[in-house]
């Protein structure tokens, strides 16, 4: 039969074993209870990471259905339908917009060149639809890679708002005011897509 002692060492180990230095002032009764503690913690822990792993592999089957379900980024604009839901409406019509940035990308690019180049004083002084143009783009390329992953609109609605509640909290404030510009500009693009994502703007 194990005496007092033996028993508390056990229980020490245990406790060691479930990582909490014991004090050897604890009694044994002391011992139990933190043990049970302890235990009771490592199990929360496993049930809450086992939770939301589960959480993880489903969004991921979601994500791969969604995909699946809305073909490539350039044909989604399609479904706007009776068939499509007013989510998938909005979104259609963001990635309309973002799809004709990213078409027009190339030709404006040229054209901001071209204008360059024959004089450009004159190219910089005129560029406002340049700067939107680069505003526009930089924002169609995040939502189209977002869109690509099989991001829900929901999820796309909340990163989104984020940007502009950022943008918004901590407004361009450089000394150089052509960067001041591209901030602005880039803050009225993403609160322009938050608009036509909850249906108060079409494009």
Known sequence: MKNVTDVKNELRLTLLELGV???????????????????AALIETSRIYTARE??????????RERISLRGEFATFSAQTGQTA???DRHLSCVTRWAQHVIDNHAKLSAKFAEEYA?????????????FEHAAAYTVAIRIKSMFDSGVSVTALLTEVMREVFHRAKYPANSTSPTSNICDTTILATWAKVADMLQGEARW
Do not use: G, T
């Open 21 to 39: 230095e014991p004090d050897l002032r604890w009694s044994e009764a002391s011992l139990k209870e933190k043990i049970a503690v302890q235990q």
């Open 118 to 130: 024959e004089n450009p004083l004159y190219a910089m002084s005129w560029s406002s639809k340049y």
């Open 85 to 87: 839901s007013k989510a």
């Open 54 to 63: 589960a959480e993880k592999a489903k969004e991921f089957a979601a994500q």
